[in-house]
């Protein structure tokens, strides 16, 4: 299988990278658009500030590619919210893959959100043997909203998506990379999917 991770100068691509050779798989870093066609599977990572890892895919021709793809593509924390309609981050207008809003936390909630915290309201079969109330790993300042397209829900001052799906597209707000078992299985659940 050939898995592609999409290389733009804002990614946790090394934990990716060995979160899937754990699985016994190696991913290719790139930014090549056919390189990204051709692949079985795309995961687009991201980390740090939406209006600055815009203007890098944009840079790369990436904003336009990433929305065509018709395999089994899995955004991951910024790559999930750069993959909505526009983040309050920077005032950023994204990808319009999935049609939500990114919203700052706000209120008594310490900002960023780090540490564990639970995935609930599961749907679809990425989550194929995740339980309820699992615990996953989160790093963020900014959540979408519940919407239409989510998931997985999980409470942090608000109840917000923690994973979103549209036709061949998924998002995690998590790092399934640094959530110990539940993580792996949530990725190895996407490299097993068809379109």
Known sequence: ??????????????????????????????????????ADKVIFPGVGEASSAMRKLKAMGLDKLIPQLTQPVLGICLGMQLM????????TTGLSIFDAPVKKFSGEVKVPQIGWNHIYNLKTPIFEGIREQEYIYLVHSFYVPLC??????????????????????????????????????????????EV
């Open 1 to 38: 299988m050939k898995i592609a991770i999409i290389d733009y100068g804002a990614g946790n691509i090394q934990s990716i990278k060995f979160a899937l050779q754990r699985h016994g798989y190696e991913g290719i870093l790139t930014n090549d658009a056919e390189e990204i066609r051709a």
């Open 84 to 91: 909505c309609s526009h983040s309050e981050e920077g005032n």
């Open 148 to 193: 239409k397209e989510a998931i997985a829900t999980t409470e942090y001052g608000v109840e917000y998506a923690s994973a979103l799906k549209k036709d061949n597209f998924y998002g995690v707000q998590f790092h399934p990379e640094k959530s110990s078992n539940a993580g792996e299985q949530i990725l190895e659940n996407f490299l097993r999917l």
